[in-house]
Antibody
Framework: EFHLVESGGGLIQPGGSLRLSCAASDFTVSNYYMSWVRQAPGKGLEWVSLIYSGGSTYYADSVKGRFTISRDNSKNTLYLQMNSLRAEDTAVYYC????????????WGQGTLVTVSS | SYDLTQPLSVSVALGQTARITCEGNNIGSKNVHWYQQRPGQAPVLVICRDVIRPSGIPERFSGSNSGNTATLSISRAQAGDEADYYCQVWDSSTLVFGGGTRLTVL
């Protein structure tokens, strides 16, 4: 079983920045496609960003230019740097491990709540 | 971008079969995956690659996919099956989720 533990969420003012972390255990983050998926209160799942095992990155249009996905192989940790935050970014953010290379999510973190409000 | 459409809600009588659909253009040519999400919890995979049940998922859960519609079926519905269900496909380096369906067991 794979384990993912997110951290870094909290209350932040509009326009602020936050960095989410996702610590992985029992597998190597850099060997898999990894994503961030968010869920606004009372809403559905929304894919946010993806990093390939090879390092290529992809973003939803709603966050492109504001969010950056990255990983630290030495720490086996995935990150999401979020800048210029807006009220509509308020959500629970999940990190998600793909079973391989563009298929389905076989492991989810417990989620971390980001609240953007003044 | 690729869109997936699910009904907002589905109701099923206790012990009967619930069917949740996921519509997309020629979705039959893609692998469709289904997740169950209970309130306050992370999603859990219940069907992958159209028809495969992961270990630990009851045989009551099954899937199909053809043409423009994929379907998640839950037979002998139980109160514990009440949850939100999401379909998902992979398209152009993105994970695409359906809007989700709230299953109510009456």
């Amino acid at each position: 079983e794979f384990h993912l533990v997110e951290s870094g969420g909290g209350l932040i003012q509009p326009g602020g920045s936050l960095r989410l972390s996702c610590a992985a255990s029992d597998f190597t983050v850099s060997n898999y496609y990894m994503s961030w998926v968010r869920q606004a209160p009372g809403k559905g799942l929304e894919w946010v960003s993806l990093i390939y095992s090879g390092g290529s990155t992809y973003y939803a249009d709603s966050v492109k230019g504001r969010f950056t996905i990255s990983r630290d192989n030495s720490k086996n940790t995935l990150y999401l740097q979020m800048n210029s935050l807006r009220a509509e970014d308020t959500a629970v953010y999940y990190c998600a491990k793909d079973v391989g290379y563009g298929d389905y999510v076989d492991s989810w973190g417990q989620g971390t709540l980001v609240t953007v409000s003044s | 971008s690729y869109d997936l459409t699910q009904p907002l809600s589905v109701s099923v009588a206790l012990g009967q079969t619930a069917r949740i659909t996921c519509e997309g253009n020629n979705i039959g040519s893609k692998n469709v995956h289904w997740y169950q999400q209970r309130p306050g919890q992370a999603p859990v995979l219940v069907i992958c690659r159209d028809v495969i049940r992961p270990s630990g998922i009851p045989e009551r859960f099954s899937g199909s996919n053809s043409g423009n519609t994929a379907t998640l079926s839950i037979s002998r519905a139980q109160a514990g099956d009440e949850a939100d269900y999401y379909c998902q496909v992979w398209d152009s380096s993105t994970l695409v989720f359906g809007g989700g369906t709230r299953l109510t067991v009456l």
